[in-house]
């Protein structure tokens, strides 16, 4: 018998991202900074603690990739990942009950302006927990994605807090809330890896790289 246990393997239902080489560019401030070279964007943004930092790092397969906190706020500028022609960029979150006026208007500030001045955003992947129906500070996200113009995907977070029925039931509902077609929406969970794989062939999809 042959032996395999050198032979480097590829399973389908390995995340596509997996595969790429990702390099981490940097934390700016400034939502308008010039990236060099120019290359499609796709933004992850979401309330803080949705799940963003942790789906970056499922997608990649890289644990220690984006930083990831229970504490909310970790996130505060925005934080570049390159691939192999494109970039994955990690927004701060909104939303959260203890942050002070300041900074809430920082952030509104910083989201805001990265919405409106990136001529290479190709996509938002937009995360909302699959437990909770959109909060007024989703609502008002929703206003400013519609008003930027950019294509979003409405993904629903942390499904592994739900049974499978649970999680049909929820995502019905928050499609329904959001205005969205259900198939315009995905489920994921960082920490069961469910539509992970999925999800990364989405954002390859809007990247123009589908077949990796
Ligand atoms: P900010 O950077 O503060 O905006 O937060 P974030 O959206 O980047 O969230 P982060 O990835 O830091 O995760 C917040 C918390 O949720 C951490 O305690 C994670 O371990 C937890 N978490 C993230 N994804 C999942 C998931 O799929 N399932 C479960 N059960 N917990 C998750
Ligand atoms: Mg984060």
Redesign the pocket.
Known sequence: MTEHSDVPTFRPSDPPLKHLSVEFVGSFPDPGVQLTPPLPEIA?V?????????????LTGLAGL???????????HVNVFRFPGFYLV?????G?ARASKSAREGYRRLVDGYLRKRERLAGVVW?LDIRHLPSKDDQAMQQLLIEAGTPILAVF?????LGREAQSAQSRALARALGLDQDHTQL?????GQGIAELGASILAATGRENG
Do not use: E, H, Q, W
């Open positions: 992850f979401g309330r803080s603690n949705v799940g963003k930092s942790s789906l970056l790092n499922a984006a930083r990831v906190s229970s504490t909310p706020g970790k996130t505060a990690d927004l701060p979150g909104y959260f995360l977070t942390k499904a592994d807090k994921v969970s960082s920490t069961s």
